[in-house]
């Protein structure tokens, strides 16, 4: 017999799971409209092509790609960025400006899995594109912010640097920027020995970088990278009522599209796998061959947010069933498909024993289906036309007519 699994680094979603999912991406879903997002839509592959652009080597070696029966290269989407711009390049070029856009998505990166880290992993993002450059930070800063507020979820750290003077930073202690690109990932990793030793092979001293890439903290930290223009950005936040940012000019994101303001939001507690959301300020567009257009936002790892959501113990909604009938016999079964019918045509959730189960075993199975109350019909209510209606909370039992339960 063949065994079957599930492939490595994906998961099954129980309907506890599913419950759970659901009521992050509603409360999302309501920060987005809130905020005047419209929500878009693109294919699950993409060509290869579309993402070894500008995304950078560490989502290409992560790639799921391959050949498809026509001999085209294709790839799994890992991330929803580069999609959202050839969307908005094939079909929204014309659309009035600014564009807030914003996305939920399965998204595949083949990369190790553990703890927060997946093959296939969904992503909550928006962008937005053309809106003047400070002001559309602005917005997806105070979005990003709201969503992780929202959801409940405590104790994040909500870090912003700027790549562009991060890459001016290296240009002016001598790294030219094609020498820039394999420091990337040092810098990513905060692998300040591993930049230390690059930087000595090419002569560069690493001290005034390292010094700067070290730094974190308040506004004074925007003293050490002149030039941000965070400054504008950090007072709208703070008319926002906005101000738990922590300033940190080294970070350098994973992707390569950055072009300015970057952002990562990490949960502590989370080990490893702590950051949440990632973000910033690109440019993708003249690379699909349109004109430039600013663009600028985020993506919050759906996933994470659950795991640490989990982890603080909150207080998710659970399903209810309003009635659980419970029929005693043939005849109280006719009549329990009938009051069924009426109560759920009346908008209340009901369910019926479809397992012929005596009293105490469908009692039991109405309380771990997280039913309200049990409606029992047995001979007496068939001839009294009063229903039993037992309060699976209190154990408290009541007679009542269909009318009262369709209220
Ligand atoms: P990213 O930082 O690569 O950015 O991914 C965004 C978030 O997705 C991460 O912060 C993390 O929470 C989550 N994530 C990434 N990889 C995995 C994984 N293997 N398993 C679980 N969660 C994961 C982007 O993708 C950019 N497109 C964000 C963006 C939008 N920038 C501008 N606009």
């Not at 560490?58 to 890992?78: C, Q, S």
């Not at 190790?112 to 997806?140: C, D, H, M, T, V």
């Not at 993506?299 to 603080?312: I, K, N, P, T, Y």
């Not at 309003?322 to 908008?347: C, N, Q, S, T, W």
Request: contains cysteine.
């Amino acid at each position: 017999m063949v065994e079957l699994h599930r492939p490595k680094g994906t998961r099954d979603f129980l309907p506890r799971d599913m419950e759970r999912r659901r009521w992050l991406e509603e409360r999302l879903r309501g920060v987005l409209g809130r905020f005047g997002f419209g929500e878009i839509a693109t294919p699950a592959f993409e060509h290869t092509e579309l993402f070894t652009m500008r995304s950078g080597p560490g989502i290409i070696e992560d790639m799921y790609n391959f050949k498809d029966k026509g001999g085209r290269e294709v790839a799994l989407r890992p991330e929803l960025t580069a999609p959202t711009m050839r969307l908005y390049v094939e079909g929204l070029l014309g659309a009035p400006k600014p564009l807030k856009l914003y996305y939920f998505g399965n998204c595949f990166r083949y990369e190790q899995p553990q703890k927060g880290r997946y093959r296939e992993f969904w992503q909550f993002g928006a962008e937005i594109l053309g809106a003047k450059r400070a002001l559309g930070e602005i917005e997806i800063l105070a979005l990003a912010h709201e969503c992780l507020s929202a959801s409940g979820l405590k104790d994040f750290v909500f870090r912003i640097g700027h790549v562009g003077v991060l890459r001016k930073l290296f240009l002016d202690n001598g790294v030219p920027p094609e020498g820039q690109t394999p420091l990337w990932p040092l810098v990513d990793k905060k692998d300040f020995e591993g930049l230390r030793a690059a930087l000595a092979e090419m002569n560069v001293d690493a001290g005034p970088i390292i010094a700067v890439l070290g730094s974190s903290g308040g506004r004074e930290v925007l003293d050490n990278v002149p030039g941000s223009g965070l400054e504008e950005v950090l007072d709208g936040l703070g008319r926002l009522g906005i101000s738990d940012f922590v300033i940190e000019p080294g970070i350098a994101r994973g992707l390569d599209y950055y072009t300015g303001m970057v952002f990562e939001v990490d949960v502590p507690g989370l080990g490893a796998e702590k950051q949440v959301c990632g973000g910033g300020s690109y440019s993708l567009s003249e690379l699909f061959g349109a004109e430039p257009v600013t663009s600028t936002g985020f993506a919050l790892g759906f996933d994470r947010m659950l795991v640490a959501l989990e982890a603080q113990g909150a207080a998710f909604p659970q399903r209810k069933l309003d009635f659980y009938i419970v029929p005693m016999g043939p005849k109280e079964r006719e009549e329990g498909l009938r009051v069924l019918a009426e109560l759920r045509r009346a908008g209340r959730s009901a369910d019926i024993d479809l397992a012929d189960r005596n009293l105490s075993k469908a009692l039991k199975y109405a309380s771990s289906a997280n039913a309200s109350a049990a409606v029992i019909i047995g001979d007496e209510e068939l001839k009294s036309g009063l229903l039993t209606v037992k309060d699976l909370a209190t154990g408290e039992q009541r007679k009542a007519p269909l009318a009262g339960l369709l209220k």
